[in-house]
């Protein structure tokens, strides 16, 4: 009888350690050290290591196709720097209330693309979350093609990318670059937004670029920066073909100052809002808003339309320039068109140099308006329409080291791969990234029918379904146990 007590009251034990096991494994870590693809999977508080350091090939290749993130999302975290260089590719991901993170430091010379990327998000929930990453030298993350809904009523909405504090200071440099190419936002708060308690820094080459983009309905600017920005060392930030439709919100906040120096480049270009003001700047508490422009750096703000700029004239943006030049050209406030440095300086914008729509200035020369003045070339052209001519190893349009994707971009090409709604950009012959409806993209990125899918072939769940087996599992061992024991 003691024997028995003893087996029977073991049990609850036994089954305590059983369940609790399970639940620890339900999410799953795993660490990339080779090439490998993972195609179909569902993300549910995953988390995925880079850790490249033992390897010994030249390029590490990943690849994420299909994947469904949900719950508590999906977690890419840098690791250790390498020598093998890292070429990963998050393709036609489906993401329902929940949120991918990239955080951490990413390889060196890495190139990082999410692309074709929906997202039906909760109130609140941003899409991708970059809070604590680091970008060094020749790093290209690219999002692309993304589409995010919130709910209509929704008091408070996240952004697209949210970009905040974390656990290291988020920082681009050394010829790293983020691109935010063609990102879509309804009843969200903003495209992008960044809040990261301290400077928001692009030093010796670093670009962070948004171009293409949509707010429909948006609770905040497009692009919404609460911290100061900082362009160093021929560096480059740009917004450029954008739009804000259906609400009174800007395209740009920027709270906190922004700083441009050392053949930095600031552009603002081709972009338009429906109501409202193009711009806000928070004065400080003086009632001043510091924008300081310096080094032979250029800003320029070209095309741009809307019912007032949101500068008042006294508060001068810029507000402080040395040799550097600030552009203006083709802009329309109100519906009229700013023709001259007054027109401009009514507006708030401080502008000292006129460029027409070739490029041009009003010297005949090209403005270089679209271009870092660190990475072009010595001399003037008078070629129309005016191309940035960019030094050694520098590639158009703006002359950045790594590969701009705005280069020769168009917003709809046509796609001829079978079953296809969008092509890649950089492969439209041969690569899909988002498939018709009833089809579902494969690992060579062709599009095969959902209708042939069996259920062997339906989507792996490493974590969440995975966990809840697992768990069930563990119950049922636990539930014969006694039945034994009795």
């Known amino acids: ?52 350091s033992a390897s010994t090939a030249a390029v590490v290749t990943v690849q994420l196709i299909n994947s469904q993130v949900s719950g508590g999302g999906l977690t890419v975290r840098g690791a250790v720097s390498s020598q093998a260089r890292l070429s990963m590719s998050v393709t036609g991901t489906t993401v329902t209330q929940a949120t991918i993170f990239f955080t951490g430091p ?48 929704a008091r408070t ?27 879509n936002a309804v009843n969200g708060a903003s495209v992008v937004s960044v809040d990261i308690g301290s400077d928001f820094a692009l030093i010796n080459g670093g670009v962070f670029a948004i171009d293409y983009s949509r707010c429909d309905k948006c609770s905040r600017a497009l692009v919404d920066i609460q911290s100061p920005l900082t362009a160093t060392g021929s560096s480059l930030f740009r917004l450029s073909n954008c739009k804000v439709i259906d609400s009174s919100n800007s395209l740009l906040t920027s709270a906190g100052g922004i700083t441009v120096a050392e053949k930095s480049a600031y552009l ?43 500068v ?13 030049k600030i552009m203006g050209g083709g802009c329309k406030i109100a519906g009229v068109p700013l023709t001259d440095l007054p027109s401009y300086s009514n507006h708030g914008l401080q502008v000292n140099a006129l460029v027409r729509d070739n490029g041009l200035g009003t010297d005949n020369t090209c403005a270089n308006a679209n271009c870092i003045p660190g990475y072009i070339q010595s001399g003037t052209s008078t070629v129309t329409p005016c191309t940035c001519k960019c030094s050694t190893n520098h590639k158009p349009p703006s002359c950045t080291l790594v590969v701009d994707p705005t280069l020769n971009y168009k917003e ?31 690992n060579t990125h062709t599009c095969e029918s959902t209708a042939v899918i069996t259920s ?11 966990g809840a087996h697992t768990t069930a599992l563990a119950v049922a061992v636990c539930v014969a146990a006694t039945l034994y024991a009795l």
């Not at 700047?281 to 949101?310: C, H, K, M, R, W």
């Open 268 to 310: 603002i270009h081709d972009s338009a809002v429906a109501s409202g003001s193009l711009f806000s700047f928070p004065p400080d508490g003086q009632g001043s808003y510091s924008f300081v422009v310096s080094g032979g750096s250029i800003v320029s703000f070209l095309n741009l339309e809307g019912p007032a700029t949101g």
């Open 1 to 52: 009888m003691a024997a028995f007590a003893r087996r029977f009251c073991a049990l609850p034990l036994l089954c305590a350690v059983l369940v609790l096991a399970a639940v620890l494994v339900s999410a799953e870590s795993s660490t990339v050290t080779g090439d490998v693809t993972m195609l179909d999977k569902l993300f549910d508080s995953d988390t995925i290591t880079l850790d490249l």
């Open 412 to 442: 709809s090409d046509d796609c001829i791969v079978p079953n296809c709604a969008t092509c890649d950009r950089l492969n439209p012959t041969t690569r899909c990234t988002a498939c018709n409806a009833g089809y579902k993209l494969t």
């Open 456 to 466: 062997s072939t339906a989507p792996t769940a490493p974590s969440g379904a995975a």
């Open 106 to 153: 990413m390889p060196s010379n890495a190139d990082i693309r999410i692309v074709s990327t929906t997202g039906t998000l909760a109130s609140a929930q941003s899409l991708f979350d970059f809070s604590g990453l680091v970008l060094d030298t020749n790093v290209t993350l690219v999002v692309e093609n993304t589409a995010v809904t919130w709910p209509q009523d």
């Open 312 to 324: 008042a004239s006294e508060l001068a943006v810029p507000s402080t320039a040395d040799n550097s």
């Open 157 to 183: 909405a996240g952004s697209v990318l949210l970009i905040g504090a974390g656990s290291n200071s988020m920082v681009i440099k050394n010829n790293a670059a983020v691109f935010v190419l063609n990102a």
